[in-house]
């Protein structure tokens, strides 16, 4: 089994900055990545950015190119997922996963509690 915790959502004014942190208890053959995922009110859970435990291996959506960075530090079993220039429209709960890899949320087998942004006007 792999646990994730979120942590260091809030609530920000538009134009500024959070970072998102996601310990996981282990990795895994079947986990070799980790990703990030939003819902927004009434909408569909949708894909914000991934990366390779190893290999450094790393994609984002296209709405989040340019303003949201992911790392990883794989001595503390940690991603980051750095969020700039941040809209109002960016305002949801932020999931973190472990899975397969890629933008479908099936590929991902593990999943956080989930973290609330709030970006206000």
């Known amino acids: 089994q792999v646990q994730l915790a979120e942590a260091g959502g809030g609530l920000v004014q538009a134009g500024g900055s959070l970072r998102l942190s996601c310990v996981s208890t282990?990795?895994?053959?079947?986990?070799?990545?980790m990703a990030w995922f939003r819902q927004a009110p009434g909408k569909e859970r949708e894909f914000v950015a991934t990366i390779s435990w190893t290999g450094g291996i790393e994609s984002t959506a296209d709405f989040a190119k340019g303003r949201f960075a992911i790392s990883r530090d794989n001595a503390q079993n940690t991603i980051y997922l750095y969020m700039d220039i941040l809209k109002p429209e960016d305002t949801a709960i932020y999931y973190c996963a472990a899975g397969r890899g890629g933008e479908s949320r099936t590929n991902y087998d593990y999943w956080g509690q989930g973290i609330q942004v709030t970006v206000s006007s």
């Open positions: 282990r990795h895994t053959a079947g986990t070799p990545f």
